[in-house]
């Protein structure tokens, strides 16, 4: 397992339960690629997920993850996490797939269920 990439995961971890977009984006390459698995491309660099997340920390106030697992393999850290957005919102289950460049995430790879 990867200290650094673990300890890079777990730093927009942090940030995003702290709801803080501008710590979130830090957390990115500025040519960072976040997809659905499988799927085409959503977002790309750090900007793009700074605007996106500081939208969805404003619309979710109380959004929430608890993160059920977490294994690392070198530059990959994979979250298995349940996101709660508050108040009667609604809630999903999520499988984040990092990849981890230096200090900070150069991919991101989701696998999404709702509840």
């Given at each position: 397992m990867s200290n650094r990439a673990v300890a890079t995961v777990q730093r927009q971890y942090d940030a995003y339960l702290a709801r803080d977009?501008?710590?979130y984006a830090n957390c990115f390459t500025?040519?960072?690629?976040v997809s659905?698995?499988?799927g085409p491309v959503t977002l790309t660099g750090a900007a793009?997920?700074?605007e996106r997340y500081a939208e969805i920390f404003?619309?979710?106030p109380h959004n929430r993850s608890i993160l059920l697992n977490r294994i690392a393999l070198g530059d990959v850290?994979?979250?298995h996490e349940h996101v709660e957005r508050g108040h009667g919102g609604s809630s999903f289950e999520i499988v984040a797939i990092y990849t981890v460049q230096g200090d900070r995430i150069a991919r991101v790879d989701y696998v999404k269920?709702?509840?």
């Open positions: 977009a501008e710590a500025s040519g960072c690629v659905n698995l499988n793009a997920i700074r404003a619309g979710h850290v994979i979250d269920q709702d509840r």
